[in-house]
Protein backbone atom coordinates (compact mmCIF):
# COMPACT_ATOMS: atom_id res chain seq x y z
CA UNK A 1 0.00 0.00 0.00
CA UNK A 2 2.90 2.44 1.17
CA UNK A 3 6.03 3.54 -0.66
CA UNK A 4 9.21 1.66 0.49
CA UNK A 5 10.20 5.03 0.94
CA UNK A 6 8.08 5.48 3.73
CA UNK A 7 7.73 2.41 5.71
CA UNK A 8 10.59 2.96 7.60
CA UNK A 9 10.73 6.50 7.84
CA UNK A 10 9.94 7.66 11.55
CA UNK A 11 7.90 10.44 13.13
CA UNK A 12 9.45 13.17 14.76
CA UNK A 13 10.58 12.25 18.60
CA UNK A 14 10.75 16.25 19.59
CA UNK A 15 7.16 16.81 17.55
CA UNK A 16 5.67 13.93 19.65
CA UNK A 17 6.36 14.94 22.86
CA UNK A 18 5.83 18.71 21.78
CA UNK A 19 2.34 17.32 21.23
CA UNK A 20 1.54 15.37 23.82
CA UNK A 21 2.73 18.51 26.84
CA UNK A 22 0.34 20.33 25.16
CA UNK A 23 -2.59 18.03 25.14
CA UNK A 24 -2.44 18.08 28.66
CA UNK A 25 -2.35 22.08 28.87
CA UNK A 26 -5.24 21.80 27.02
CA UNK A 27 -6.70 19.92 29.32
CA UNK A 28 -5.85 22.01 32.71
CA UNK A 29 -2.90 20.23 33.51
CA UNK A 30 0.08 22.43 34.57
CA UNK A 31 2.55 20.52 32.57
CA UNK A 32 6.81 22.58 32.12
CA UNK A 33 7.25 21.67 28.23
CA UNK A 34 10.85 21.67 27.90
CA UNK A 35 11.13 19.33 24.91
CA UNK A 36 10.71 21.71 21.98
CA UNK A 37 13.44 24.41 20.60
CA UNK A 38 11.41 27.34 20.64
CA UNK A 39 12.25 30.56 22.10
CA UNK A 40 9.52 31.09 25.19
CA UNK A 41 9.63 35.17 23.82
CA UNK A 42 7.10 36.78 21.42
CA UNK A 43 8.26 37.58 17.63
CA UNK A 44 9.92 41.04 18.02
CA UNK A 45 7.22 43.94 17.78
CA UNK A 46 8.63 45.65 14.92
CA UNK A 47 8.11 42.07 12.77
CA UNK A 48 4.68 41.93 13.94
CA UNK A 49 4.10 45.64 12.68
CA UNK A 50 5.80 44.87 8.96
CA UNK A 51 4.10 41.64 8.57
CA UNK A 52 0.86 43.77 9.75
CA UNK A 53 1.86 46.38 7.01
CA UNK A 54 2.21 43.46 4.60
CA UNK A 55 -1.09 42.28 4.61
CA UNK A 56 -3.07 45.85 4.63
CA UNK A 57 -0.29 46.35 1.51
CA UNK A 58 -2.10 43.09 -0.39
CA UNK A 59 0.89 41.15 -0.28
CA UNK A 60 -1.47 38.01 -0.76
CA UNK A 61 0.05 37.04 -3.96
CA UNK A 62 2.05 34.29 -5.34
CA UNK A 63 6.56 35.02 -5.13
CA UNK A 64 9.45 33.85 -6.68
CA UNK A 65 10.02 30.29 -5.68
CA UNK A 66 13.27 31.22 -4.26
CA UNK A 67 12.49 34.36 -2.16
CA UNK A 68 11.51 37.99 -2.64
CA UNK A 69 14.43 39.57 -4.32
CA UNK A 70 14.31 42.17 -1.19
CA UNK A 71 14.55 39.07 1.21
CA UNK A 72 17.49 37.36 -0.46
CA UNK A 73 19.14 40.75 -0.87
CA UNK A 74 19.09 40.69 3.17
CA UNK A 75 20.10 37.45 3.47
CA UNK A 76 22.74 38.53 1.27
CA UNK A 77 23.68 41.49 3.18
CA UNK A 78 23.58 39.15 6.22
CA UNK A 79 26.23 36.62 5.01
CA UNK A 80 28.53 39.06 4.07
CA UNK A 81 28.17 41.32 7.53
CA UNK A 82 27.57 38.16 9.46
CA UNK A 83 29.46 35.38 8.27
CA UNK A 84 32.39 37.06 5.90
CA UNK A 85 30.47 35.13 3.20
CA UNK A 86 29.71 36.80 -0.73
CA UNK A 87 26.94 35.75 -2.29
CA UNK A 88 24.87 36.93 -5.17
CA UNK A 89 20.94 37.26 -3.99
CA UNK A 90 20.62 34.79 -7.17
CA UNK A 91 22.66 31.85 -4.84
CA UNK A 92 20.74 32.19 -2.26
CA UNK A 93 17.27 30.31 -1.76
CA UNK A 94 14.24 30.95 0.23
CA UNK A 95 12.21 27.82 2.20
CA UNK A 96 9.49 26.92 4.92
CA UNK A 97 12.27 26.52 7.61
CA UNK A 98 15.59 25.01 7.85
CA UNK A 99 14.40 21.47 7.76
CA UNK A 100 12.82 22.05 4.37
CA UNK A 101 16.11 23.43 3.21
CA UNK A 102 17.93 20.64 4.42
CA UNK A 103 15.40 18.40 3.00
CA UNK A 104 15.66 19.86 -0.53
CA UNK A 105 19.59 19.76 -0.14
CA UNK A 106 19.70 16.27 0.66
CA UNK A 107 17.29 15.71 -2.40
CA UNK A 108 19.54 17.56 -4.88
CA UNK A 109 22.71 15.90 -3.98
CA UNK A 110 22.63 12.08 -2.97
CA UNK A 111 20.71 9.42 -3.93
CA UNK A 112 20.80 5.62 -3.55
CA UNK A 113 24.67 4.17 -2.46
CA UNK A 114 25.99 7.76 -1.50
CA UNK A 115 27.03 8.19 1.82
CA UNK A 116 26.27 10.80 4.48
CA UNK A 117 28.12 11.72 8.16
CA UNK A 118 26.43 12.68 10.72
CA UNK A 119 28.19 13.16 14.03
CA UNK A 120 26.07 11.68 16.82
CA UNK A 121 24.24 12.90 18.99
CA UNK A 122 22.04 14.75 16.21
CA UNK A 123 18.41 15.93 15.67
CA UNK A 124 16.92 13.11 14.05
CA UNK A 125 15.35 15.03 11.24
CA UNK A 126 18.57 15.02 9.47
CA UNK A 127 18.90 11.00 9.51
CA UNK A 128 15.11 10.79 8.13
CA UNK A 129 15.87 13.16 5.44
CA UNK A 130 19.25 11.11 4.17
CA UNK A 131 17.18 8.05 4.44
CA UNK A 132 14.76 9.13 2.21
CA UNK A 133 17.25 9.90 -0.62
CA UNK A 134 18.09 6.52 -0.86
CA UNK A 135 21.77 7.33 0.93
CA UNK A 136 23.33 5.87 3.59
CA UNK A 137 23.59 7.97 7.18
CA UNK A 138 26.32 6.93 8.98
CA UNK A 139 26.42 7.78 12.33
CA UNK A 140 29.79 8.74 13.60
CA UNK A 141 29.51 8.90 17.72
CA UNK A 142 31.01 11.80 19.57
CA UNK A 143 32.14 11.37 23.32
CA UNK A 144 31.39 14.31 25.91
CA UNK A 145 32.23 17.11 25.71
CA UNK A 146 30.69 16.23 22.01
CA UNK A 147 33.35 17.90 20.18
CA UNK A 148 33.89 16.69 16.64
CA UNK A 149 36.69 16.61 14.91
CA UNK A 150 38.55 15.74 11.53
CA UNK A 151 40.41 12.35 13.07
CA UNK A 152 36.62 10.96 13.49
CA UNK A 153 35.50 11.55 10.80
CA UNK A 154 38.55 10.48 8.69
CA UNK A 155 37.83 7.02 10.20
CA UNK A 156 34.26 7.42 8.19
CA UNK A 157 35.29 8.16 5.12
CA UNK A 158 34.95 5.93 2.44
CA UNK A 159 34.89 6.25 -1.74
CA UNK A 160 31.21 6.11 -1.15
CA UNK A 161 31.01 9.20 1.10
CA UNK A 162 28.90 12.41 -0.70
CA UNK A 163 28.23 14.78 2.04
CA UNK A 164 29.04 15.48 5.72
CA UNK A 165 26.69 17.11 7.92
CA UNK A 166 27.65 19.99 10.18
CA UNK A 167 25.73 21.23 13.14
CA UNK A 168 27.68 24.02 14.73
CA UNK A 169 26.30 25.10 17.29
CA UNK A 170 24.95 21.63 17.56
CA UNK A 171 21.28 20.64 18.87
CA UNK A 172 21.10 18.68 21.10
CA UNK A 173 24.29 19.28 23.01
CA UNK A 174 25.22 22.70 22.30
CA UNK A 175 28.67 22.00 21.36
CA UNK A 176 30.94 24.13 18.86
CA UNK A 177 33.59 23.01 16.32
CA UNK A 178 36.82 23.94 17.53
CA UNK A 179 38.61 26.81 14.53
CA UNK A 180 41.51 24.72 14.53
CA UNK A 181 39.60 21.37 13.82
CA UNK A 182 37.21 22.97 11.42
CA UNK A 183 40.03 24.11 9.03
CA UNK A 184 41.37 20.80 9.43
CA UNK A 185 37.39 19.30 8.16
CA UNK A 186 37.43 21.97 5.57
CA UNK A 187 41.16 20.81 4.41
CA UNK A 188 39.57 17.01 4.64
CA UNK A 189 36.61 17.99 2.55
CA UNK A 190 38.05 19.63 -0.53
CA UNK A 191 41.03 16.91 -0.35
CA UNK A 192 38.16 13.94 -0.54
CA UNK A 193 35.52 16.21 -2.50
CA UNK A 194 33.05 15.91 -0.33
CA UNK A 195 30.01 18.51 0.31
CA UNK A 196 29.77 20.05 3.54
CA UNK A 197 25.99 21.05 4.48
CA UNK A 198 26.51 23.13 7.26
CA UNK A 199 23.60 23.95 9.54
CA UNK A 200 23.78 27.69 11.29
CA UNK A 201 20.70 27.97 12.88
CA UNK A 202 21.76 28.98 16.33
CA UNK A 203 24.91 30.73 15.51
CA UNK A 204 23.51 33.56 17.08
CA UNK A 205 23.64 31.99 20.50
CA UNK A 206 26.70 31.50 20.85
CA UNK A 207 28.24 32.33 24.68
CA UNK A 208 32.01 30.73 24.71
CA UNK A 209 33.56 31.86 21.66
CA UNK A 210 32.71 33.84 18.28
CA UNK A 211 31.11 31.80 15.32
CA UNK A 212 32.87 30.77 12.31
CA UNK A 213 31.20 29.63 9.02
CA UNK A 214 33.15 26.90 7.60
CA UNK A 215 32.64 28.33 4.02
CA UNK A 216 34.62 31.82 4.87
CA UNK A 217 37.56 29.89 5.78
CA UNK A 218 38.84 29.62 1.86
CA UNK A 219 36.95 29.79 -1.62
CA UNK A 220 38.31 25.59 -2.02
CA UNK A 221 35.69 24.96 0.88
CA UNK A 222 33.07 27.76 0.11
CA UNK A 223 32.62 25.70 -3.46
CA UNK A 224 32.03 22.41 -1.66
CA UNK A 225 29.36 23.76 1.28
CA UNK A 226 25.86 24.88 1.13
CA UNK A 227 25.25 26.89 4.32
CA UNK A 228 22.05 26.50 6.10
CA UNK A 229 19.94 29.17 8.49
CA UNK A 230 17.17 30.90 9.21
CA UNK A 231 15.02 33.23 11.37
CA UNK A 232 13.04 30.80 14.05
CA UNK A 233 15.42 30.83 17.08
CA UNK A 234 17.25 34.16 16.45
CA UNK A 235 14.47 36.07 16.07
CA UNK A 236 11.63 33.70 18.01
CA UNK A 237 9.81 33.00 14.66
CA UNK A 238 9.27 29.65 14.61
CA UNK A 239 5.77 30.00 13.15
CA UNK A 240 6.76 31.88 10.64
CA UNK A 241 8.96 29.57 8.67
CA UNK A 242 11.49 31.30 7.06
CA UNK A 243 14.72 29.41 6.44
CA UNK A 244 17.22 29.62 3.87
CA UNK A 245 20.34 28.31 2.13
CA UNK A 246 23.50 29.65 0.46
CA UNK A 247 26.07 27.73 -1.76
CA UNK A 248 27.14 26.78 -5.16
CA UNK A 249 25.57 27.92 -7.91
CA UNK A 250 24.56 24.98 -9.86
CA UNK A 251 23.52 23.39 -6.56
CA UNK A 252 20.95 25.98 -5.72
CA UNK A 253 19.78 26.09 -8.77
CA UNK A 254 18.77 22.52 -8.60
CA UNK A 255 17.20 23.22 -5.08
CA UNK A 256 15.35 26.14 -6.80
CA UNK A 257 13.70 23.65 -9.39
CA UNK A 258 12.17 21.25 -6.93
CA UNK A 259 11.23 24.09 -4.51
CA UNK A 260 9.12 25.14 -7.80
CA UNK A 261 7.50 21.53 -8.04
CA UNK A 262 7.03 20.99 -4.21
CA UNK A 263 6.24 23.86 -2.25
CA UNK A 264 6.23 26.77 -4.73
CA UNK A 265 6.79 29.30 -2.43
CA UNK A 266 6.49 30.56 1.53
CA UNK A 267 4.01 32.68 2.92
CA UNK A 268 4.70 36.52 1.35
CA UNK A 269 3.35 37.94 4.60
CA UNK A 270 6.36 35.76 6.21
CA UNK A 271 8.73 36.79 3.57
CA UNK A 272 8.01 40.74 4.09
CA UNK A 273 8.34 40.28 7.80
CA UNK A 274 11.99 38.74 7.40
CA UNK A 275 13.19 41.56 5.40
CA UNK A 276 12.53 43.52 8.58
CA UNK A 277 14.00 41.27 10.96
CA UNK A 278 17.32 41.31 8.84
CA UNK A 279 17.18 44.50 8.26
CA UNK A 280 15.48 46.39 11.18
CA UNK A 281 16.40 46.65 14.97
CA UNK A 282 18.69 43.97 16.33
CA UNK A 283 18.06 45.05 20.12
CA UNK A 284 15.78 41.77 20.54
CA UNK A 285 18.45 39.77 19.43
CA UNK A 286 20.92 40.47 22.53
CA UNK A 287 18.29 40.69 25.27
CA UNK A 288 16.75 37.15 24.29
CA UNK A 289 20.73 36.01 23.91
CA UNK A 290 21.07 37.59 27.57
CA UNK A 291 18.54 35.51 28.78
CA UNK A 292 19.24 32.41 27.61
CA UNK A 293 23.11 33.11 29.23
CA UNK A 294 21.41 33.71 32.50
CA UNK A 295 19.70 30.60 32.11
CA UNK A 296 22.39 28.02 30.92
CA UNK A 297 24.02 29.34 34.04
CA UNK A 298 21.32 28.99 35.79
CA UNK A 299 20.33 25.16 34.91
CA UNK A 300 23.98 24.10 34.69
CA UNK A 301 24.10 25.27 38.82
CA UNK A 302 21.06 23.52 39.64
CA UNK A 303 22.59 20.29 37.63
CA UNK A 304 25.76 20.38 40.01
CA UNK A 305 23.20 19.77 42.70
CA UNK A 306 21.62 16.31 41.82
CA UNK A 307 24.74 14.18 42.34
CA UNK A 308 22.96 11.30 39.59
CA UNK A 309 22.85 14.19 37.18
CA UNK A 310 25.76 15.09 34.61
CA UNK A 311 26.34 17.39 31.68
CA UNK A 312 29.11 18.95 29.64
CA UNK A 313 28.60 22.77 29.53
CA UNK A 314 27.33 23.79 26.14
CA UNK A 315 29.07 26.18 24.11
CA UNK A 316 25.63 27.54 22.51
CA UNK A 317 22.34 26.97 21.31
CA UNK A 318 19.57 26.70 24.04
CA UNK A 319 20.01 23.16 25.37
CA UNK A 320 21.37 20.33 27.92
CA UNK A 321 22.15 17.42 26.82
CA UNK A 322 22.65 15.50 30.16
CA UNK A 323 23.35 12.14 31.33
CA UNK A 324 21.21 10.08 33.47
CA UNK A 325 22.93 7.12 33.01
CA UNK A 326 23.35 6.58 36.75
CA UNK A 327 19.03 6.75 37.38
CA UNK A 328 18.64 3.32 34.91
CA UNK A 329 17.66 0.52 35.71
CA UNK A 330 15.14 -2.39 36.54
CA UNK A 331 12.55 0.27 36.56
CA UNK A 332 13.48 2.76 33.83
CA UNK A 333 16.04 0.61 31.75
CA UNK A 334 15.85 3.57 28.96
CA UNK A 335 15.61 7.09 29.12
CA UNK A 336 12.45 7.21 26.79
CA UNK A 337 11.16 5.27 29.78
CA UNK A 338 12.47 7.25 32.17
CA UNK A 339 11.39 10.74 30.29
CA UNK A 340 8.05 9.35 29.45
CA UNK A 341 7.57 8.53 33.22
CA UNK A 342 8.74 12.08 34.24
CA UNK A 343 6.03 13.52 32.33
CA UNK A 344 3.28 10.87 33.10
CA UNK A 345 4.30 11.66 36.69
CA UNK A 346 5.64 15.26 37.24
CA UNK A 347 4.35 16.48 34.18
CA UNK A 348 7.92 17.79 32.86
CA UNK A 349 8.45 17.01 29.16
CA UNK A 350 12.08 16.17 28.07
CA UNK A 351 13.18 14.63 25.14
CA UNK A 352 14.84 11.19 25.65
CA UNK A 353 18.49 10.28 24.31
CA UNK A 354 17.39 7.95 21.91
CA UNK A 355 16.02 10.46 19.60
CA UNK A 356 19.04 11.67 19.21
CA UNK A 357 20.55 8.48 18.79
CA UNK A 358 22.27 8.38 21.79
CA UNK A 359 20.83 6.47 24.63
CA UNK A 360 21.40 6.79 28.62
CA UNK A 361 20.76 11.08 27.88
CA UNK A 362 17.78 13.48 27.70
CA UNK A 363 17.72 16.67 25.90
CA UNK A 364 16.35 19.86 28.00
CA UNK A 365 15.39 22.58 26.62
CA UNK A 366 15.96 26.22 28.51
CA UNK A 367 14.61 28.58 26.18
CA UNK A 368 11.82 28.80 28.53
CA UNK A 369 10.77 31.04 31.87
CA UNK A 370 12.72 31.83 35.00
CA UNK A 371 9.48 30.34 36.45
CA UNK A 372 9.10 27.48 34.45
CA UNK A 373 13.08 26.65 34.74
CA UNK A 374 13.18 26.60 38.40
CA UNK A 375 9.48 24.70 38.74
CA UNK A 376 10.72 22.17 36.76
CA UNK A 377 14.30 21.10 38.39
CA UNK A 378 11.66 21.21 41.76
CA UNK A 379 9.87 18.39 39.93
CA UNK A 380 12.76 16.54 38.56
CA UNK A 381 15.02 16.14 41.97
CA UNK A 382 11.34 15.10 43.35
CA UNK A 383 10.82 12.21 40.44
CA UNK A 384 14.73 11.31 40.96
CA UNK A 385 13.85 10.67 45.13
CA UNK A 386 11.48 9.03 44.90
CA UNK A 387 11.99 6.69 41.86
CA UNK A 388 15.58 6.10 43.53
CA UNK A 389 14.61 2.97 45.46
CA UNK A 390 13.62 1.41 42.00
CA UNK A 391 17.34 1.08 40.34
CA UNK A 392 19.64 -2.14 40.78
Not at 251 to 280: D, P, T, W
Request: with cysteine; aromatic share 8%.
Amino acid sequence: MFSKRVQTLATSPTIAIDTKAKAFKRQGVPVINLSVGEPNFQTPENIKKAAIKAIQEGNSFYTDPSGIVELRVAIANKFAKDNGLTYDPSDIIVGAGAKQITYSIFQVLCEKGDEVIIPIPAWNTFVEQVKLTGAKPVLIKLKPPFKLTSEIIKKALTPKTKVLLLNTPSNPTGAIIDFKELQKIADLAVKNNIFVVSDEIYEKLVYTEKHVSIASLNKKIKDFTITINGLSKTYAMTGWRVGFASGPKEIIAKMKALQSQMLGNISAISQKAGVEALNGEQTSVMMMKNAFAKRRISCLKKIAQIKELSVSEPDGAFYLFISIEKLLGKKYPTATAWAEALLEKEKVAVVPGEAFFYPGYIRMSYAASDEDLKEAFIRIKRFIEKSSGDRV
